[in-house]
């Protein structure tokens, strides 16, 4: 039972240079989020999605840019990357019922060089 | 927007014994949900308890427990016969219960609370 799998585990990019984080999850679930956990913060929101083929802002959406085309599947990419996107980023999915908590996956530490 | 704060940022705790760690929050709506997840060295985001706030009893699951004072926008977690494997960061986190359809069940987190548990 997979769950939420994200890839890469970790990555070094340089300043100005692009990469999608891969999100996919195994559970059928609706929503889709992307946050990312700043060091000794707690997590905040990039994007989130309620379903294939819509998406929409969260709390610190700019600089990154998201597609759901599939109910499994959610990547988001960073077209620029700068030395602020420094973080570790996680994806989480969940049921569209009410009391039903996020499952997280195991997050992706990427550093901006 | 709903805020969610611990205040926090470290604890302490003897094996065996209690702690408690404090979160409060900030909201306008009378229904939502509340959380607590405990992330370890391992960086998991791992669920420990939730907490309805039509429900006027306190969540508990096994060594953990929550003290909900909907009126103050108070939510503690009590972890009972502390253990090594407890140490670990531990976020509160706020879900509004509207207007769910279009927004999705976004999560608003706290700051954190790092736990040590000392043997």
């Known amino acids: 039972n997979a769950g939420v799998t994200q890839t890469p585990k970790f990555r070094i990019l340089k300043i100005g240079q692009s990469m999608t984080l891969q999100c996919t999850q195994d559970m059928n679930h609706n929503y889709m989020y992307w946050y990312r956990q700043d060091p000794g913060m707690g997590l905040k929101l990039i994007y989130y999605s309620v379903g294939a083929g819509i998406t929409d802002k969260g709390e610190v959406p700019n600089g990154y840019n998201v597609s759901r085309s599939t109910t499994e599947d959610f990547p988001l990419r960073l077209e620029l990357a700068a030395p602020s996107q420094t973080s570790v980023y996680f994806c989480?999915?969940?049921?569209?019922?009410?009391?039903?908590?996020?499952?997280f996956g195991d997050g992706t530490r990427l550093s901006i060089l | 927007a709903q805020t969610v704060t611990q205040s926090q940022p470290e604890m302490s705790v003897q094996e065996a014994e209690t702690v408690t760690l404090s979160c409060t929050y900030d909201?306008?709506?009378?229904?939502?949900?509340l959380f607590w997840y405990k992330q370890p060295p391992s960086r998991q985001m791992i669920l420990v308890i939730r907490q309805e706030a039509y429900k006027q009893q306190n969540a508990t699951e096994n060594r953990f427990s929550v003290n909900f004072q909907k009126a103050a926008k108070s939510f503690s977690l009590k972890i009972s016969d502390s253990q090594l494997g407890d140490a670990a960061m531990y976020f509160c986190?706020?879900?509004?219960?509207?207007?769910?359809?279009?927004?999705?069940?976004?999560?608003?987190f706290g700051t954190g609370t790092r736990l040590a548990v000392r043997p």
């Open positions: 986190a706020y879900r509004s219960a509207s207007d769910r359809g279009s927004s999705g069940d976004k999560l608003t």
């Open positions: 909201t306008s709506e009378s229904d939502y949900y």
């Open positions: 989480a999915s969940s049921y569209p019922v009410s009391n039903q908590p996020q499952h």
